[in-house]
C-alpha cells in the first residue's frame, strides 16, 4: 500500500481532528490552545498528519473511503529499529508543534500508560494507536469497515492487539469486533479514566 498523497493525509487528518477533539488525551496535549477551539482543531490536524506519515513509514495505515473520511492507525510487528526511528522523527516535530507545555502532557501520558500496559504482556501484540471517521460521517459502518483490514492482517499474523480509550461508549463497539476489557485505569494528567482493550489472537 503506497503512501497518501499531501491532499489525501490532510484531509484525513482534518477528520481524525474533528472526531477526536473531545477526547482527554487530545485536549491535554493541545493546552496551549486554552479555549480556541478553530486554534485546536488546527493542530490537532497538524499531529494526525504527523501521526499518518508515522503509520505509513513503519505501521499500517487504512483509510475509511477515498474522500479522507477517517482512518485507523496501527503499530504492527515492523522490526523495532524502524517502528523506533518513526517515532523519534514524529517525537521531535511534537515537541515543536504542541509547545512546551503540550509535549510535556504528551510524555507524561504516554509514560503512564506504558506504567500500566507492564503487567499486560503485550509486547509482540499490535496496538491500534488512532482510529477516528469524521463526525458528519458518521453512521454508516465505517468505523467498522475502516478496521476491518488491519484486523484482518493481525489474525494472519497470529498476533493479539490492544487499545486504549477515554470514551466508555465505544466499549460495546470494540467488545462485538473481539475486543474485551483488560483494565480500567485513572490517568493523572488528564484526571480522567481510560480502558485498555485486548483482542486475542484468532485460533487457527
Known sequence: ?????????????????????????YRAVTVAC?????????????????????????????LADAAGNGAAIWT???PAAQRQAAYAQREAALRVLLGKRGFAHFSAIVENMEHALASHDLSAAWYLSIAGIAPDAQGRGLGASVLAPGLAAVDAAGAA?????????????????????????AEAVTGCDYWLMVRKPTAA
Request: charged content about 20%.
Open 1 to 25: 500500500m503506497s503512501s497518501p498523497s499531501h491532499t489525501e493525509a490532510s484531509r484525513t487528518a482534518r477528520s481524525l481532528a474533528a472526531a477526536l477533539i473531545g477526547d482527554p488525551f
Open 34 to 62: 486554552g479555549d480556541d477551539e478553530a486554534a485546536r482543531l488546527a493542530m490537532l490536524e497538524a499531529y494526525f498528519v504527523l501521526a499518518l506519515a508515522e503509520g505509513w513509514q513503519a505501521g499500517r495505515v487504512d
Open 76 to 78: 504492527t510487528d515492523t
Open 161 to 185: 492487539c490492544f487499545l486504549e480509550t477515554y470514551n466508555e461508549r465505544s466499549l460495546p463497539f470494540y467488545g462485538r469486533l473481539g475486543f474485551a476489557v483488560a483494565g480500567r485505569y
